[in-house]
């Protein structure tokens, strides 16, 4: 034990004196976590909508009414009046309008008469967003210009949905909190089960242990542990500071920190093996710096840190359902924006501790104790 | 029963053997040195005896472990301190010393006397504290060297313990060594391609080339297995026809041979032959241009034996070593 451990206050104490590594291996990911919460989780508004009204009649003042609401209202959209279609379209291609509606001549007579009438929506479709946005709130507002002028039924005859809301509402960077920390977890395996692993490896420091009398599963122990202490508390930082910026109620809780030191524990163990199988075969500095990208977005993605699993296609689905990330992540959540019991989250964590048992044993069997 | 015994010994990379079937016996207490150029074969031998890589055939005992049955308890007796400086600099001498302590088993309350022991023998004892990054490359090469006695291990493998240090580094890592082999009674077994260092440190050295061992002696003996007691270095002008067999028919004369106009000639009686010559030249009617005389060297004993100058090998055999290409 003393020779293992001698391996873990080693790395231990080089990571407590570069104070860089340590910068690097949490402010990423927290940077990562402010830049995307923000930037994923508001929603569309003040789009630049050219009306084109070439009919002036009734029942395009009315509409027209309707979206003057929602601009003082929700904010969606401002209209901007254009009397030529073609100047309305040049500006709409010249990205300076999101959208254009055009009310035909003849609509508010075409109305009365019940003829087809019909309003056109011209959209930049290079821009999914939007476009989802605009036809999300002009569908409805047609809806609601189409319905007949009624007074409302004290009791209501038609069946309606009520929803009811389990917890508070969740911001999206609230949502991508979990997935922040297992990033941070990740960066910290990557950073010391790779990169500073095969430096060592490579400026022959590991032959220094390798001529001493410890054993093989000493070795490898020895390095995942150091490993795993770094990534925990690298996770730790980022799910306490992160939990204060994306504001997640009651977040210094000891019970809800005890179950995510656990979470955390798992999650490490499993990432910091894993990485050690990539590279105990590998000699090259280069290897560890040249796939961390690729095993980042590989990882990351598809376990549904910023999108729902469900969404995905097949393929990535498959990966999702090996990808450690992916029962880290769930395991956050849970804990994070549910504060749920540890029985919410067994099966994440007998997952990653198997996960890590597989790995760590794999590495002893393909670990070479000699050069 | 030797500190180091091989045996036949010999190491294949993909068809290419770096060490053929070397067999050599170091006795308890010597200080033993294997010589040659890089490529040689020496840090791939050192690499099987720490049981680093192991050997395609033949077999050898470390204090009386074999290599690759017993690799635990070779580990356990002896103490290695590779090429490459591999002491962590962002540690302090004593941080590095306790971790090697550690790894190497030593009991936990003899652990801290050790480290200042150590850190006294090898003269750093006022850095104790202080990150290794601090140090030269000499005083790390001799922190090395503590540690690789943390354990007090019989026998001491040493990987070319000077290469890379300032003429007064080396000269200070020499004495070091010499002072803890005789505190410590210790085995050592080191590899250079320093023929004064060879010369300098070692009981006996064997001398190794393209992976074999072609001469195996204390430096007193191999020097006087070579023919002539002294190389006089010597050049005329003109040279005449016919001049290198008068060379060779001079007194005392062993061996001549002719680099670019320069006369090589082994004496077994320097100041003898350096009368004759001169007379011989006078005689001639031709000057000489210069004339040197020194005693034999390694480096005489190696172009000897192998019929190349060590000097001129260090470069193009580099690249044959797969171990030595493992370093970069």
Known sequence: MDRMWALVERDLRRF?????????????????????????????????????????????????????????????????????????????????LDAVLDIPPNFSRDVLEKTAPRVALIEDN????????????????????????????????????????????????????????????????????????????????????????????GLIFGFNLAGTIKAVIAGLVLAI??????????????????????????????????????????NDPLVPRATFGVLNTLLF????????????????RAISIADPFTYGVHAFKELMLKNTSLSAVAGDLTFLFLFAALMMAAATALFRRTL | MGAIEVEKITKRFDGFTAVDAVSFVVESGEVFGLLGPNGAGKSTLIRMLTTLIPPSAGNARVSGFDIVHSAQEVRRSIGVIPQAMTSDLDLSLAENLIIFAKLYGVPRETRARR??????????????????????????????????????????????????????????????????????????????????????????????????????????????????????EVSFSPVPEGWLDTLKSLPDVARVTAVDHVFRVSSNNGPRTTVALVEAARGAGISLVSLSVQSTTLDDVFMHYTGRQLRDELQESAVYDPSFMYKK
């Open chain 1, 16 to 96: 407590r004196r570069s104070p860089t590594l340590i910068f690097v291996s949490m402010v990423f990911p927290l940077v990562q976590l402010l830049v995307l919460g923000y930037a994923f989780g508001g929603k569309l508004k003040d789009l630049k909508v050219g009306v084109v009204d070439q009919d002036r009649g009734v029942q395009a003042v009315k509409l027209r009414e309707m979206f003057n609401a929602v601009h003082a209202n929700a904010r969606t959209f401002q209209t901007i009046d254009y009397h030529d279609e073609r100047a309305a379209v040049d500006d709409l291609r010249n990205g300076r």
């Open chain 1, 126 to 217: 290079t821009d999914n967003f939007i476009e989802a946005t605009l036809q999300g709130v002009f569908a409805p507002l047609l809806g609601a210009y189409n319905q007949p002028a009624t007074t409302a039924a004290r009791v209501p005859t038609a069946p309606t949905l009520a929803v009811v809301e389990l917890y508070p509402y969740v911001p999206y960077i609230q949502y991508l909190l979990a997935g922040s920390t297992v990033l941070a977890i990740f960066v910290s395996a990557m950073i010391g089960g790779g990169i500073i692993y095969i430096d060592d490896k490579a400026r022959g420091l590991h032959e220094g242990y390798l001529v001493t009398p410890i054993t093989k599963f």
């Open chain 1, 241 to 282: 500071f992160g939990s204060l910026i994306a504001r997640i109620p009651d977040p210094f809780s000891p019970a809800r920190l005890a179950k995510i030191a656990l979470v955390d524990l798992a999650t490490s163990l499993a990432l910091i093996s894993m990485m050690f199988l990539f590279m105990v075969r590998v």
């Open chain 1, 301 to 316: 993605f598809p376990s549904g840190a910023v999108y729902p699993a469900s969404a995905f296609p097949k393929w990535m």
């Open chain 2, 115 to 232: 480290v200042k022991e150590l850190l006294e023998a090898v003269e750093l004892e006022q850095w104790t504290d202080k990150p290794v990054k601090f140090l030269s490359g000499g005083m790390r090469r001799r922190l090395e060297i503590a540690r690789g006695l943390i354990h007090e291990p019989q026998v001491f493998f040493l990987d070319e313990p000077t290469t890379g240090l300032d003429p007064v580094s080396r000269v200070s890592v020499w004495e070091m060594l010499m002072k803890l082999k005789k505190e410590r009674n210790l085995t050592i077994l080191l590899t250079t391609h320093y023929m004064d260092e060879a010369d300098k440190l070692c009981d006996r050295i064997a001398i190794v080339d393209h992976g074999k061992l072609v001469a195996l002696d204390s430096p007193l003996k191999l020097k006087a297995s070579i023919p002539g007691a002294n190389i006089l």
